[in-house]
């Protein structure tokens, strides 16, 4: 350990958080404070999506998947695309139709209020429990640099990111989503160029390792109907579909997404956006998943026990970059952290103030609603703090925060679905379908040995099937009295 590492993280985190403390909205309202004003450009926005969609849970998870399997992962970035086309086509007009803050007023515009707190409370507990899972995933790079305990790490990380979230908005969250992208996607760069050189005979001699043990494998197209098909998470047709379900509901229906997009000046450039942040998933995905294969390929050569999978990219930077280089490249993968942890924190107190407490409406009107968000956020990350220690026993943060997502996101995905796609199923109709969603999903998850990346496509199914047979048959005994 170096002191000149220590001193790089501390100017990072102190710099990164002076920059977001810029853009502090003061009582400009609510508009301001959870959409930054609608004035972000669209490749700004898409950064942002970026940042978010990736996190911690992927700088640490995904080379800990190659590490161990294969570039298998990749297959879910197709589905990726495809449900970015189908929010572009379906839900884009619906949300750029008047001025909404959250996802879940669309719910309450066409079924009704109950349907909207249902959907919100869902998004609530789905996100808290996700974020949970990457707040330890970043106290885990924390315990490797600093030598604390979990526990320690898990509140240093959520203390400061509260500090500047407390005072800034959505415009804060977004640019420093710009900076943070950049700087652990050079930290990356730089990291695998390092892990090359250390490995004897570079890259050529890497490569025929790693081709030999089928370590470049990306496509799995082996179809048949059994469980064991179903069993497996990264085949071809789990991607394309699971990717595909996951992706539309986190961004077609999840707050912490929805927020950016509806962030954007108009339709066109929330489109722009969103499609253009998937050139920069699929890129970043690839090189996260490369620097798990040379991981795979230099602990191998070194002989002896490597570290755990979720710890040994972390590790790796900190004990073989360069001084000052490993210390910016520590200080990213925090700062980053630090960034999306902010988006959630604001993304789940807007959804409290505006769905639950009826945003500007209540007491002091917008002023009086900022109060409100500000206390919420403090009460979310109080929250958010409990959670993250108990997913100390994940077995991978990227796979555990991704199963906690799928299993509600189908029953929110459908009950979109449901209200964007017909007109007659009404509220009782759409809450029965989310129950039967919900249970659909937990059934899979715990009765059978089904693969997290189908939870998101079963659930909406069952959502959406149910909801339009509970209106069928709430018509029919109508008819019947």
Request: positive net charge; proline residues 3%; charged residues 10%.
């Amino acid at each position: 350990m170096h002191i000149f590492d220590f001193a790089v993280i501390g100017l990072y985190l102190a710099g990164i958080t002076w920059f977001g403390a810029r853009f502090r909205t003061g009582e400009k309202g609510l508009r301001a404070y959870f959409l930054g004003g609608c004035e972000a450009p669209w490749w700004a926005i898409a950064l942002s999506i970026v940042s978010a969609e990736t996190s911690t849970l992927t700088i640490i998870g995904t080379p800990a998947l190659a590490y161990t399997g294969n570039l298998g992962f990749l297959q879910l970035v197709l589905g990726y695309l495809l449900a970015r086309i189908l929010i572009s086509a379906v839900f884009l007009p619906q949300y750029f139709r008047g001025e909404m803050f959250t996802a879940y007023e669309l719910m309450r515009r066409r079924f009704g209020e109950r349907i909207r707190k249902l959907t919100a409370a869902i998004f609530l507990g789905t996100r808290a429990l996700a974020e949970g899972v990457r707040v330890f995933a970043v106290s885990l790079v924390i315990s490797i640099v600093l030598g604390t305990g979990e526990m320690a790490s898990i509140v240093l990380i959520s203390g400061l990111t509260l500090f500047y979230t407390f005072e800034g908005g959505m415009t804060a969250v977004i640019w420093t989503d710009v900076v943070q992208m950049g700087v652990y996607v050079l930290g990356a760069l730089l990291s695998l160029i390092v892990i090359v050189e250390k490995i004897p005979g570079g890259w050529a001699h890497a490569a025929a390792l790693a081709g030999a043990a089928h370590k470049f494998a990306i496509f799995d197209f082996r179809c048949a109907p059994t469980m064991e098909f179903l069993a497996r998470p990264y085949s071809f047709w789990a991607g394309l579909a699971g990717g595909c379900f996951l992706t539309t509901a986190s961004h077609g229906t999840d707050q912490l997404m929805v927020q950016r997009l509806l962030s954007a000046r108009n339709e066109r450039d929330s489109r722009k956006a969103l499609l253009g942040s998937w050139v920069l998933v699929a890129f970043q995905f690839t090189l996260f998943l490369l620097i798990g294969v040379l991981l795979w390929v230099y602990y191998g050569g070194l002989g002896g026990t490597p570290p755990a999978a979720d710890r040994i990219y972390p590790q790796f930077l900190w004990n073989n970059l360069p001084p000052g280089l490993a210390g910016l490249a520590i200080a990213a993968i925090l700062a980053a952290a630090m960034a999306n942890l902010s988006a959630a924190l604001n993304s789940l107190s807007s959804t409290v103030v505006v769905d639950f407490l009826g945003g500007g409406a209540g007491v002091g009107g917008e002023r009086g609603a900022i109060g409100r968000a500000r206390a919420a956020t403090v009460a979310w990350a109080v929250a958010l703090v409990g959670i993250a220690y108990a997913a100390r026993h994940s077995h991978s943060v990227l796979e555990a925060g991704l199963t906690i997502a799928a299993i509600p996101s189908g029953a929110l995905l459908g009950v979109f679905l449901l209200g964007v796609l017909t007109r007659r199923p009404g509220e009782w109709a759409a809450i029965a379908g989310v129950v039967a969603g919900l249970a659909a999903a937990l059934a899979v998850r715990f009765e059978t040995p089904v693969a997290f990346t189908w939870y998101v496509m079963i659930g909406a199914t069952a959502t959406f099937l149910g909801g339009l047979a509970a209106s069928w048959l709430g018509r029919a005994v109508e008819r019947v009295r």
